[in-house]
C-alpha cells in the first residue's frame, strides 16, 4: 500500500468511526437513501452505506470531506458512481477504479 492510499483509507476510517457530529450521522443516512432511491437496495441497512462509502474513489473521498457529502457536486458525482457500479453494488463484488491519465 502506497502512503497516498493510506491516507485515504485512515480518512475513510475517521470518518465512518464518527458517531457524534451531527452532519456526519445526516450524510451516512443520505448514503442510505441514495442506494434506495438509485434501486440498489429495496431496504439499504448502514452496512450497505458503509460498503458504498468504501468503495468510493478517492476524489469523492477528498471532496467530499472538503465540501461535504452532501454538495450538490459531490452528490453527482456520488449519483454517477452508484449509476456507473450498480451491478457490483448490488451484489457487492469487487470495484475495481479505473484511472484517469
Partial sequence: MSYKHNNLM???????NDTQT??????KEFFQL????LNI????????AKYLFFNFPSIIIVKGYALGF???NVK??????????KT???TKAEI??????
Fill in 10 to 16: 485512515a480518512m475513510r476510517l475517521n470518518y465512518w
Fill in 22 to 27: 451531527p452532519s456526519v450521522l445526516v450524510e
Fill in 34 to 37: 441514495t442506494l434506495a432511491e
Fill in 41 to 48: 437496495y429495496p431496504e439499504p441497512s448502514f452496512e450497505d
Fill in 70 to 72: 452532501m454538495n450538490d
Fill in 76 to 85: 453527482t458525482m456520488i449519483h454517477q458512481f452508484i449509476i456507473e457500479h
Fill in 88 to 90: 457490483e453494488l448490488q
Fill in 96 to 101: 475495481k477504479m479505473k484511472y484517469r491519465m
